[in-house]
């Protein structure tokens, strides 16, 4: 799904006039031009939404046909559109697609990325719970950890389980675009403490030119919330935290898969 397009520009200082500064000339012309695509996972399929969903009989149904229609056909477009039109983000990390270009003559650098953030607590209103059939979080190039006050981007490496975050991405890495020669990202964001909206930011410079780009979700934040945790036998998510609770996927044994309300004070996740 394309989801962000970036449009805001900021540019850095030039010394000379306006009138006289190729500098700035050049300025008006986007040193990068950004799409986004937010991923979905079947095998990453937790979400939570702030309020409480009561889903319809009918609304469980037109869920679970794009999801098993976006599994067969490998477009889950459709899907992650129902779940979020009924409020719901996906649950500890987001991964996203970021395909970057130039329209510029000159060969543009990409100095750093960035996450403009805003976060707080996690959202508690309902968890739809579909527990992962593979790795934990989704797999990226790039990682930020979103409980850091200032996210920058960093590497992913493989782990026992999960890819861990490890250094600065752009202390070691540089990357150059030229006209009609794309490159693209794979965005991992994360967050085991909060619920989170941000904004990407691309940095880059040519010809003494500075600007950041700024990527988002067709004009709205991108969001993802931590699950909220405790003890039991399913210790994430906390289901006794939230208003509301359906299980789907190998959760639901007694269904076809499809989203099934159960009791928050009683249900355990088994």
């Known amino acids: 799904m394309i989801t962000g397009v970036a449009q805001k520009l900021v540019d850095g200082d030039s010394q000379a006039s306006p009138a006289t500064s190729p500098a700035r000339s050049a300025a008006?012309?986007?040193?990068?031009?950004?799409?986004?695509?937010?991923l979905e996972?079947?095998?990453q399929d937790i979400w939570v939404a702030g309020a409480p969903v009561d889903l319809t009989p009918a609304r469980i149904a037109r869920i679970q046909q794009a999801r098993n229609r976006g599994g067969t056909q490998g477009d889950l477009h459709d899907y992650l559109s129902g779940m979020t039109q009924v409020?719901?983000?996906k649950s500890d990390g987001i991964a996203i697609d970021l395909n970057l270009a130039t329209r510029s003559a000159?060969?543009?650098?990409?100095?750093?990325?960035?996450?403009?953030s805003q976060c707080r607590d996690p959202l508690a209103g309902t968890v739809f719970y579909s527990p992962p059939a593979g790795p934990a979080m989704p797999i990226g190039k790039i990682g930020f950890d979103l409980d850091s006050p200032a996210p920058v981007a960093r590497k992913l490496v493989d782990g026992d389980s999960e890819q861990k975050l490890g250094a600065d991405y752009f202390a070691d890495n540089v990357q150059y675009l030229k006209k009609d020669d794309g490159f693209a990202y794979r965005v991992v964001a994360r967050t085991s403490k909060h619920y989170c909206e941000f904004r990407i930011l691309v940095d880059a410079?040519?010809?003494?030119?500075s600007q950041t780009t700024t990527v988002d979700d067709q004009g709205r934040p991108f969001r993802v919330s931590a699950l909220i945790c405790g003890d039991g036998p399913v210790p994430c998510?906390?289901?006794?935290?939230y208003r509301r609770v359906y299980s789907g996927g190998v959760a639901?044994?007694?269904g076809n898969g499809a989203w099934t309300a159960k009791d928050p004070k009683t249900y355990n996740g088994l």
């Open 106 to 116: 000159s060969q543009v650098r990409v100095d750093r990325i960035r996450l403009a």
């Open 205 to 209: 410079s040519a010809d003494g030119v």
């Open 252 to 254: 639901n044994a007694d």
């Open 237 to 241: 998510p906390k289901f006794s935290a």
């Open 41 to 43: 996972d079947l095998d």
């Open 87 to 89: 409020g719901a983000v």
């Open 28 to 38: 008006k012309i986007p040193l990068v031009t950004a799409a986004a695509r937010v």
